[in-house]
Nanobody
Framework: VQLQASGGGLVQAGGSLRLSCAAS????????MGWFRQTPGKEREFVAA????????NYADSVKGRFTISRDNAKNTVYLQMDSLKPEDTAVYYC???????????????WGQGTLVTVSS
């Protein structure tokens, strides 16, 4: 599966953004999807994940209650709605796909190219 992330940009603290990740291929609905983020000099970290059906989600503690992951299998797209953004949310955000619903960055086999989110104070 090939992934294309979009929707990043510059936003003020307290604002919102919605990231999208479009997938190619007819097997999108069989994959769990995750969002990760990375800042310079730091390891890529887990943000959120959703299982193949959309019925189960998982969030990092740092974004719980502010971010929402969802998916539309008919559109082969997964979303990350980010509300109440903070400067520390600034990062390159990546979407990823795997057969297993997991938080582990090393367990995802397919990755998008990343989209930059910048939150100004």
């Amino acid at each position: 599966v090939q992934l294309q992330a979009s929707g990043g940009g510059l936003v003020q603290a307290g604002g919102s953004l919605r990231l999208s990740c479009a997938a190619s291929g007819r097997t999108f609905s069989s994959y769990a999807m995750g969002w990760f983020r990375q800042t310079p000099g730091k390891e890529r970290e887990f943000v959120a994940a959703i299982d193949w059906s959309g019925g189960n989600t998982n969030y990092a503690d740092s974004v719980k209650g502010r971010f929402t992951i969802s998916r539309d299998n008919a559109k082969n797209t997964v979303y990350l709605q980010m509300d109440s953004l903070k400067p520390e949310d600034t990062a390159v955000y990546y979407c990823a796909a795997d057969q297993d619903w997991t938080r582990g960055v090393d367990e995802y086999n397919y990755w998008g190219q990343g989209t930059l989110v910048t939150v100004s104070s």
